[in-house]
């Protein structure tokens, strides 16, 4: 049952599941939700409003779609197109709050308050459309529909035509003196009405259908007549019957059951599953719009359709969507039948085509945004029935959101705002090398709709569950299913790429795939799956078929729909074009500064092509792993000699000089921040059963094998992260920094020699106490003098040190006088504030989401409320004793958008870094950050 889960959601939404069911005080909110969601602490304190319902449609003016959080976005929508002038049906929203009411403290019931305020709107909407719900000569039909604040595509249900029984099919199909209409009217309510509200299974429903249109020999549900129609009414009551249920006959309790039914939806588990994924999770629930039906089954002056503005996979300024004529909502998203193009609307219905696109473009410049609008022709009338910012590709996001710009319907701050993060993931992401290569086009066996761009290479699997094993295990796969339902969102987020058989440009999965960015290919017709037998049979273009399992590579492409039965190679993105023109503005708009973490001069290159204006943070201890370094390495650790030590030094110095120099190079003209060695020692060393590994030290080291693995033995510590790293290490074996230095100082010098511009800023990791940055910063300031005298010449450089333990944190403005610049390692700072080991919180995490102990992971997003706390105490001490002091981070979160946003406008940063192929991400971050502040 539904509403068990409750809880569940009511813990996420911070709200007690344990309150007593009580009346509703319908009591004045201090404030109406505006354009932003409320805070948790905001919700905790508010209750209902005084109107738990208003009314739209109709020319009704007054709510617009900064209403959504209490209206949901569908809500807010309708009663800001009809406000606005279009046909909308005339209807009313139930608010969010309702939702959070019903499903907090009614346990299932609709409060009384909440049913008075439904019949008085029900009375509006009588007068408004001269008809009445449930009457016997002159019926009202309804249909009741889910809306959250932020669209969950597939994931509430719609109930159609409600208001139906015996006696009021009669009377429709009198007052219409359209039998067939009335009679499909009253099929498609049975169906959805036992689905949604009495959750039987829809494929009991469709058996009764297929069976009955197969006795007939028809194909399509239209070629059903009236008799035809009847007699599937009949088999549809049967069904409740099989399932013990009973078919209310009174319209008001079909309606009380059915706003139940949506409300009770909220926490349903495929709604959670979605906002789990999607990470929504400050929402009240969903609003429920009650709405007076029009009907696109009247016949072939009717129709119904989906339709967004511009096309979501390439962004093209035309028009894309599908219509099917003589046929009623759902029909075009469930693929029953193949709906067809939009352009063919012009020739089918022109004056209906004309007034369509007009309000396209009207909603257009309304919403300054591409939209996503569902309508219905009513006997050669059109209705708006949704409108919603369109869910885009990456590819799209970018190239709107310039065209918009340039044809002044946003301007730049508008524009860096319409292209999310992930869209310029999707967009930085590999696709096919060559589509142009023999290989390639010989490689294609098969095409199907291009839903989702993208290129996806995976292994085939044909179910949810597979998928989310494999994924886990890190094996990339690629889900194939005859169509996806919304049982199976998981295994399509943890995917690289969908194929369905059936469905069109707008079905479920296309929509779905589009959102989360990943390929997809729908309606592939030469594809067929056998589940049971772990097959997919593909049918080529010469009749000739190729067999595939279950684990067998393949490749689709999303931009052209091109399936191959192989892995198929893959190459880097370029910037170019809408996207380059885009990062500019993105870089005009930021006021901080991304820096990429990079250890190598290619990686720093691949940062400087991805914009990053420096390097943040050189680990140089992933120098030292190489395999000709690491026996260097491991000697210095266990010398037991001057001599030995000197050699290994000796032996170590050229690479990290050259190393340097090459990173230098890459970053000519902007600052590279080395931090000293950091990790501790014993990971160099080798396990004691490497026996091949040991034999050769010892002999390298003049050591037996038995006394190399003592002395391995007494290098392990018992606690290594909180052990002899960092500037521990560097106190307490000076000789390595020296020698870090030397390498760096030098590479500086040469890379100055050959015309470079290089910036070397000197970090010391790991430094709790001033004493430790004061000991470490004269060893490395001498190391620079000695070289200098060495070479007749110097160079600027900087010491500055890792900000990582707390007690640094607390100590900033000791250390502020000391050094440099300040940079936050906010992996470390998190684990040490937190006292949570990173590598070992897979054991909880995932539960302390699930229990809302967390909101996110703070080795993701940074804890704001606490390591953010002493991120902004750092900052302020730090800048009281040297206003200018340079601070950044190099931690992960540098990468993370929402993380970006905080170190940008409330801690203050000059800049974040990040990881090089992350930094556009960054940038983009920053650009919204600083529309925000
Ligand atoms: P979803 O959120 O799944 O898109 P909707 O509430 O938009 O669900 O309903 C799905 C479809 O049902 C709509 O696209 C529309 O075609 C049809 N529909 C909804 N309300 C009405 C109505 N009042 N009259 C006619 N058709 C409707
Ligand atoms: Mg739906
Ligand atoms: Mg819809």
Redesign the pocket.
């Known amino acids: 049952m539904r509403l068990n889960l409750a809880f569940l959601a009511l813990a996420l939404a911070g709200a007690s599941a344990f309150t007593v069911p009580q009346p509703i005080a319908f009591r004045a909110r201090s404030a109406v939700y505006s354009s932003s969601p409320p805070s948790i602490d905001q919700r905790i304190t508010e209750t209902l409003s005084e109107v738990p319902c208003f009314p739209f449609g109709a020319g009704e003016k007054g709510r617009s779609a900064d209403d959504k959080w209490l209206l949901g976005g ?1 809500g807010a929508n309708l009663a800001e197109m009809s406000s606005i002038g279009l046909s909308v ?1 005339p209807g009313f929203t139930l608010t969010t709050e309702c939702c959070r009411e019903y499903c907090s403290n009614w346990n299932g019931e609709l409060p009384p308050s909440i049913w008075s305020e439904v019949t008085a709107q029900l009375k509006v909407v009588e007068s408004k459309m001269g008809c009445e719900f449930g009457s016997d000569t002159n019926p009202l039909l309804l ?1 009741v ?3 959250a604040a932020i669209s969950m595509p ?1 994931m ?1 249900d ?1 109930v ?1 035509n409600l208001g139906m029984n015996d006696v009021v099919v009669e009377a429709l199909s009198a007052k219409t003196g359209n039998a067939r209409f009335a009679w499909d009217s009253y099929r498609r309510f049975l169906e959805m009405f036992g689905n949604v509200v009495l959750e039987i299974p829809r494929s009991e429903f469709e058996e009764e259908l297929d069976n009955i249109k197969f006795e007939r020999g028809y194909f399509e549900d239209n070629e059903l007549q009236v008799d035809d129609l009847k007699t599937v009414v009949s088999a549809f009551k049967e069904v409740y019957v099989k399932n013990k249920l009973a078919f209310p006959d009174d319209v008001n309790e079909q309606l009380r059951l059915a706003i139940g039914a949506v409300f009770g939806g909220w926490n349903g588990d495929r709604a959670i599953k979605y906002r789990e994924v999607e990470n929504i999770r400050n929402l009240l629930g969903t609003a429920v719009n009650v ?6 089954n009247m016949g072939l002056t009717s129709g ?1 359709g ?1 339709c967004f503005t511009r096309d979501p996979n390439n962004g093209k300024n035309e028009l894309f969507g599908e219509f099917l004529i003589d046929a ?3 029909d075009v998203v469930a693929g029953i039948r193949t709906p067809q193009p939009i352009s063919e609307l012009e020739t089918a219905m022109p004056e209906v085509y004309q007034e369509f696109k007009k309000n396209t473009e009207i909603l257009e410049q309304h919403y300054g945004d591409m939209q996503d609008i ?1 309508f ?1 022709i009513q006997e050669g009338k059109l209705f708006m ?2 409108t919603r910012n369109g869910k885009r590709g990456g590819e799209a996001a970018v190239k709107m959101a310039v065209d918009f710009v340039e044809e002044g319907l946003i301007d730049k701050k508008e524009a860096v705002n319409k292209v999310l993060p992930e869209h310029l993931d999707q967009l930085l992401h590999p696709s096919f090398s060559d589509t142009e290569s023999d290989t390639y086009k010989n490689a294609v066996v098969a095409s199907g709709l291009p839903a989702s761009p993208g290129a996806a290479v995976g292994e085939i699997c044909f179910t949810n569950e597979d998928v989310v094993q494999k994924s886990e295990k890190g094996i990339p796969c690629v889900l194939v299913r005859d169509e996806t339902s919304p049982d199976d969102v998981a295994g399509m987020y943890a995917s690289e790429g969908i194929l369905t058989a059936r469905g069109g440009m707008t079905s479920h999965a296309a929509v779905v795939a589009r959102g989360w960015g990943r390929p997809c290919i729908c309606g592939c017709s030469d594809i067929k799956i056998d589940e049971a037998a772990g097959t997919l049979t593909i049918t080529k273009e010469d009749g000739s078929t190729v067999v595939m399992k279950s684990g067998d590579f393949i490749s689709l492409n999303g931009n052209t729909g091109e399936i191959m039965a192989e892995k198929i190679g893959v190459s880097p993105p370029a910037m170019k074009g809408d996207l380059e023109q885009f990062m500019t503005w993105v870089d005009e708009i930021k006021e901080i500064d991304v820096l990429a973490n990079a250890d190598t001069p290619d990686d720093a290159a691949e940062a400087r092509k991805n914009g990053a204006v420096g390097i943040g943070l050189v680990r140089t201890e992933h120098m030292f792993f190489e395999p000709e370094r690491i026996g260097q390495v491991r000697q210095l650790i266990l010398s037991k000699t001057e001599a030995q030590t000197k050699e290994a030094l000796d032996n170590l110095l050229p690479y990290q000089r050259s190393d340097f120099e090459g990173i230098f190079k890459a970053m000519d003209g902007y600052p590279v921040t080395i931090r000293l060695l950091d990790p501790p020692l014993h990971e160099f060393l080798p396990g004691v059963e490497d026996e091949e590994v040991l034999q050769k030290l010892s002999s390298q080291m003049s050591m037996t094998v038995p006394e190399l693995v003592e002395e391995i033995k007494s290098a392990a510590e018992v606690n290594p992260m909180l052990g002899l790293r960092g500037c521990r290490l560097g106190i307490t074996r000076p000789e390595i920094i020296e020698m870090q230095v030397r390498g760096i100082i030098e590479a500086a010098l040469n890379a100055i020699d050959d015309g470079v511009d290089a910036i070397p800023d000197i970090m010391i990791p790991l430094v709790g106490k001033v004493q430790e940055f004061k000991d470490q910063a004269k060893l490395v300031r001498a190391t620079a003098d000695r070289v200098f005298e060495e070479r007749g010449k110097t160079c600027k450089y900087r010491v500055g040190t890792m900000i990582e333990i707390p007690r640094a944190a607390l100590t900033a403005h000791e250390i502020a006088e000391e050094a440099d610049f300040f940079s936050f390692g906010s992996n470390d700072l998190t684990q040490m504030t937190f006292g949570y080991s990173r590598d070992d919180v897979g054991t909880f995490i995932p539960e302390y989401k699930r229990k809302g102990i967390l909101l996110d992971d703070p080795f993701v997003t940074v804890d704001v409320e606490g390591v953010g706390q002493l991120i902004k105490s750092t900052v302020k001490n730090g800048r009281e004793v040297k206003p200018e002091l340079k601070i950044g981070v190099c931690g992960e979160h540098g990468g993370d958008p929402r993380s970006v946003e905080f170190f940008a406008n409330d801690a203050g940063l000059s800049y974040v870094s990040c990881s090089p192929f992350r930094v556009p991400i960054a940038r983009l971050a920053a650009a919204q950050s600083a529309t925000k502040k």
């Open positions: 569908k049906p249909s529909r889910s809306g597939g509430m719609t159609l709405q007076s039906m029009v009907f696109g119904t989906v009623q909502g759902e569902e219905t029935l949704q």
